[in-house]
């Protein structure tokens, strides 16, 4: 389909008589086949700690043998290090930074005409198409309408006769969720390897071990999938994929852009009778650099079906179409109730890593994961001083550049940004990012809640300067004070975008940019954007007296649009002292948005002194 196409909506009706008609134009028997069936077997928030990639304590038989009857790629990741925009590349085929909101977590973004979904791209070329059942697409698709058919029964058995079929099995055994209760398996506590960055504690080691006895489990529900297959007569008709949505689910793992967040198992079998899709050979292993969002690509490669235009992805290497590539690219944004900003790069070999909102830390607190024990071990440590300063490095402010080698540090707890040996490969993985932000027209820097959030508003330069906002915001991150000067003339600027980072330029600043204060309030009498008011007013709580910035935050923690809610919360408890807003902070408690809610109720446990790491603050 040609960008800019329309099409219309698909109903269920007309998805199941698109399937039933190729099979009526075609043999009804699997044999007969002229296109193959193709299997996705989805695991959630998986590393992947398994036999096929090395590691000694998997018990995953199942997957072991997809990978040596099929490919494995040892260096895939997804796009997003949490589910919703990740889940977004898989159902467009377009990264969730190019149609804003959809990078922010649970966001409702509004899809452009052209962005078929692949179901549906499947469905009219014939394809019975199933998803069981999780969606979270942070998009406006409606499931009822992408799907032949969606939910907990959705299964290939419902197909037309004949009908080649496309289904999705999500397995949910190895979620982050599974891991607030110890799971007992094979692998002990006294089993497991500690990360570097984390204490070596009791509750570590049980989350570590039951992450492990959570993965076996999914690996025999995999491996029953399969047997299902195999028992139909349907193996030899049948692409196979194995993945991952999002990297692992342990502290600094989810939501978080180091290899642990964003590094995915990915196998596909291809039977012998489709062997001619293939260009490499089964049990290979493919070193080039993947992410999920060329898996749409792939699907309808094998389908036979054009790609279209608009797809980022492209079909994966060892499968016919799929060129060798040199880089995967990654970022997140605001995860849950917590802002944040960054985007990545890897060769396989080496992460770059580029954060934009340097003046907070990585250990900003999350009320849904902090239900495991891991983090309150994590967080319970540092508040008693128990940490070495590699542990102690996550709960402190951010630099602007990460660089590691993930041979040699796979942890990657040594910086090598600031290194004189790695300025060339620096400078190399910088020009390749700013490249990639460019040409997928990256919404990053766009204010969450903004009017800009639109995808034509996105692909205009004249409304989103993307390439003045990523200059400005490099010079953010610097937190150079011989900067100011020229945030205070972005303040002025016709574009919400350079105001914002403007404002977030002097928040970086701190103390720094206290000459500036005096026209910091003026300014913010005058500003029309409550996204930029939310950060000069958190910027003037750094170099003056606080009583205006703080009572101009408590008012707009009761703003119509709950984003900005949000973030007049979020900047409240990185403000020096907030205690004169506990009863706004109280107000928004009870706030109908979940996220506005937790956030303010961390905030004010804090501000009353009675939070612990051990109180349960999500709801």
Same mark, same amino acid.
């Given at each position: ?6 099409i ?5 009706r007309t ?11 075609g043999?009804?028997s ?5 296109r ?6 989805v ?10 990639y ?9 997957i ?12 895939a ?24 909101p959809a ?6 973004a ?8 692949l ?16 969606t ?6 409606d ?6 058919? #969606?939910g ?6 419902d197909?037309?006769a004949g ?13 982050e969720?599974?891991?607030?209760k ?10 497991v ?8 504690t ?22 029953a999938r399969?047997?299902?297959?195999e ?16 990297g ?14 964003l590094?995915?198992?990915?196998t596909?079998?291809?039977p ?8 490499a050979?089964p049990?290979?292993t ?6 999920l969002?060329d ?9 036979g079906?054009p ?7 492209r ?18 944004d ?9 985007? +990545? ?25 902090w #239900?495991?024990?891991a ?10 001083g ?9 709960w ?12 040699a ?5 040594s910086?090598?940004?600031?290194r004189a040996?790695?300025?060339?490969r ?39 300067p993307?390439?003045?906002?990523m200059t400005?915001a ?16 972005g303040?002025?600027?016709?574009s ?13 600043l701190?103390r720094?940019?206290?000459?500036a ?8 009498s005058?500003?029309s ?11 003037? +709580?750094?170099?003056?007296p606080?009583?205006?910035p ?5 008012e ?18 990185y403000?020096p ?9 109280e ?17 004010a ?9 051990d109180?349960?603050v999500?709801?």
């Open positions: 389909m040609a960008r800019g196409e329309a219309g909506p698909v109903s269920r998805l199941l008589g698109a399937a039933a008609a190729a099979a009526a134009a043999p009804s699997a044999a007969g086949q002229a193959p069936n193709i299997l996705w077997l695991s959630e928030d998986n590393n992947p700690w398994l036999g096929c090395g590691e000694p304590l998997a018990r995953t038989p199942a072991d043998r997809l990978a040596a009857e099929g490919l494995l790629y040892r260096h990741y997804s796009t997003a290090p949490v589910c919703a925009p990740s889940r977004f590349a898989l159902i467009t085929g377009m990264r969730a930074e190019s149609c804003a990078h922010q977590m649970r966001a409702r509004r899809l452009p005409a052209f962005a078929t979904a179901p549906r791209l499947l469905a009219q070329a014939g394809y019975y198409c199933s998803n069981n059942a999780k979270d697409y942070n998009c406006d698709l499931p009822a309408a992408t799907w032949s058919s #969606q907990l029964s959705a299964h290939w058995n197909r037309p009908a080649p079929f496309f289904a999705v099995f999500n397995h949910e055994t190895t979620h969720s599974q891991l607030f110890p799971t007992p398996g094979p692998v002990k506590p006294q089993d390897d500690v990360p570097a960055y984390l204490p070596d009791p509750g570590v080691r049980t989350d570590i071990a039951s992450y492990h006895n959570r993965i076996a489990v999914m690996d025999a529900q995999i491996g399969l047997a299902e297959l028992a139909a007569g349907l193996a030899e008709d049948t692409i196979v994929f194995h993945y991952a949505d999002n692992g689910a342990l502290p600094r793992t989810k939501r978080f852009c180091y290899d642990e967040g590094h995915c198992g990915l596909v079998r291809v012998p009778k489709w062997a001619h899709l293939l260009t050979r049990g290979e493919i070193d080039d650099p993947v992410t969002v898996l749409p690509a792939t699907v309808l490669m094998a389908a079906q790609i279209p235009a608009h797809f980022q992805g079909p994966l290497p060892g499968l016919r179409g799929g060129a060798g590539r040199t880089w995967a690219f990654g970022g997140r605001r995860m849950d109730e917590r802002y944040d900003l960054v985007r +990545t790069v890897t060769d396989g070999a080496f992460r770059y890593i580029r954060n934009y909102a340097p003046h907070r830390p990585w250990g900003q607190h999350y009320a849904y994961p #239900q495991m024990t983090w309150q071990d994590w967080e319970t440590a540092h508040a008693a128990r940490l070495n300063p590699t542990q102690a490095r996550f402190s402010a951010k630099p602007a550049e990460e660089l590691y080698d993930l041979r540090d796979p942890d990657q707890v910086n090598l940004a600031m040996a790695h300025r060339a620096l400078a190399a993985m910088r020009r390749q990012l700013d490249a990639h932000m460019l040409s997928i027209r990256d919404g990053a820097f766009i204010p969450e809640g903004s009017s800009l959030e639109d995808y034509a508003a996105q692909q205009d330069e004249g409304r989103y993307l390439r003045r906002a400005l490099a010079r953010c991150i610097a937190r150079d004070p011989a900067n100011a000067a020229g945030f205070m003339t303040l002025s600027d016709d919400e975008v350079i105001r914002f980072w403007s404002a977030q330029g002097l928040l970086m701190a720094r940019a206290a000459p204060a005096a026209a910091m309030t003026a300014r913010l005058a500003e954007s409550p996204q930029v008011r939310v950060a000069l007013a958190e910027a003037l +709580t750094h170099v003056g606080p009583d205006a703080l009572a101009m935050l408590a707009l923690s009761a703003h119509e649009h709950p984003r900005v809610r949000l973030q007049a919360i979020n900047a409240l408890t403000a002292d907030a205690s004169s807003a506990l009863a706004a902070v107000a928004a408690v009870k706030d109908k948005d979940g996220y506005v809610r937790t956030a303010a109720r961390y905030l446990m804090v501000l009353r002194g009675e939070y612990r790491p109180v349960k999500f709801d």
